[in-house]
């Protein structure tokens, strides 16, 4: 169905399902094709419309919300350039991590896919009989997945150079994270932990035990303390540089969990939310009112989003990952797929790909459903109240209903078939991201 969008053929496509199209139609499917996420008809069918009726109705009787509070509720459901229900879906409410969309939409944008971050290891004095005479160095680039493995790898590479010992000081420049603690004072005191396998606690023990079999221990004693700099560090020596994985794995990470701690540092590296706000309305195509960001992981309900507007960014990020040649379910959870993160315990028809947003008093859902009659199906649901399990079964028994209605698909479109060298819990601790320098 995507490929049939894709080809210009949209007058076809309402034909299909049962939309009359004049020859003078022919313009609007230009319109469809400069901005994919404007709807140019209402489904003549109105079973979908209904449904959400009575979805709405239902959260008043089950007194989830008051009438009143009917209004807080936002719904948006969409196939191709066809509406097929909306509820308050021009209204921007509260997203919570349904923000993340928009941060992935621009860090794809404006970093690429294959982007990596690199943290610096330097030394400011000689290595002499396994000691560096100095202060180890950490220049950040703002790596926001840089956990234990990490760590321990990057350990095993300063032995491998023939580093045992540092005389001085490790420094920390740079907005380095670890374990997605971004205060860099504690980011570097487990750094340092992790650099020396004598001073493991529990947790890095069990993250090594993860890791490869036959994975060397680390051993770099850091004589000093940790300490922080704001200016680069003069007379250093370029030891090694350690890249990240690449950013369509954080992302898929990221959404998987949900992770704001990801999401945060991945606002800042393209310049804040106010940079995600912005470019993510431009590309989606949608009013700048309609996305309004304090920040670039959905933490506070002062991050709203209307319904409408989060399916035309889930849109346009399709759009980017089919340019470098991914596609959704390499960026977001896919159910029957992933069993891990926030998907788990949550009854949504199989190969719907998902993204979920909760907030003490707010649940929210988006995504793509697969369906027989509609093709590709994107929705939006936020809710507003106190009662997130409620919301959350209620999402999906809409979702089950839609698609009881629709029809399954028969096969698992193109579209939303993952690739498989992606789709894989990440290698965390890779010895061949860290390039030895001092030496080479």
């Known amino acids: 169905m995507l490929e049939l969008l894709g080809s210009g053929l949209v007058s076809v496509w309402l034909q299909m399902v049962g939309v009359p199209v004049k020859p003078l139609d022919a313009l609007d499917v230009l319109a469809w094709q400069s901005s994919p996420g404007l709807v140019l008809a209402a489904d003549p069918n109105p079973a979908a419309a209904t449904t959400v009726q009575q979805y709405l109705q239902e959260l008043q009787k089950s007194k989830l919300v008051s009438r009143e509070q009917t209004e807080s509720q936002g719904v948006w459901i969409q196939s191709g350039p066809m509406l097929m229900a909306n509820h308050e879906g021009t209204t921007p409410l509260p997203a919570a991590s349904l923000t993340k969309i928009a941060t992935t939409l621009v860090a794809l944008k404006n970093l690429g896919p294959d982007h990596q ?5 330097s030394g400011t004095g000689p290595i002499q009989n396994g000691v560096l005479q100095g202060d180890l160095v950490i220049t950040s680039g703002g790596d926001p997945l840089f956990v234990w493995e990490e760590a321990i790898a990057l350990g095993n590479s300063l032995n491998q150079m023939g580093i045992k010992q540092v005389k001085g000081n490790l420094i920390i420049t740079g907005n380095f994270a670890m374990n997605f603690q971004r205060n860099p004072v504690l980011a570097g005191q487990l750094l340092k932990l992790a650099l020396n396998s004598a001073t493991w606690n529990r947790a890095a023990t069990f993250e090594y035990s993860l890791m490869p079999k036959g994975t060397p221990k680390p051993q770099v004693i850091i004589a000093g303390k940790v300490k ?55 590309l989606a195509q949608v009013p700048n009112s309609e996305i309004q960001l304090i920040n670039g992981s959905g933490l506070g309900p002062e991050n709203r989003i209307s319904p409408r507007a989060i399916c035309a960014l889930l849109m346009a990020v399709q759009r980017e990952a089919v340019a470098h040649q991914l596609d959704l ?14 998907i788990h315990g949550r009854h949504i028809p199989l190969a719907t790909v998902i993204k979920t947003g909760t907030l003490r008093d707010v649940s929210s859902l988006a995504g793509v459903m697969p369906t027989r009659d509609r093709g590709l199906v994107w929705f939006a649901i936020l809710n507003r109240g106190t009662n997130v399990s409620a919301f959350r079964s209620g999402q999906d028994q809409l979702l089950q209903r839609l698609l009881q209605q629709l029809q399954v698909a028969s096969e698992v479109p193109a579209a939303l078939i993952p690739h498989s060298d992606i789709n894989t819990v990440p290698q965390l601790g890779a010895v061949n991201r860290n390039e030895m320098v001092y030496g080479g």
Request: aromatic residues 6%; negative net charge; hydrophobic residues 45%.
């Open 117 to 121: 971050f690199q943290t610096l290891v």
């Open 228 to 282: 922080t700099s704001d200016d680069s560090v003069a007379q250093k020596t370029l030891l090694l540089r350690h890249y990240s994985l690449p950013l369509k794995q954080i992302i898929k990470e990221m959404n998987v969990f949900s992770n704001n701690d990801i999401a945060e540092m991945l606002a800042q590296a393209v310049g804040g939310a106010s940079v995600v706000q912005s470019t993510a309305a431009q």
């Open 329 to 342: 379910t390499d960026l977001f959870l896919m159910s029957g797929l992933d069993h891990r993160g926030t």
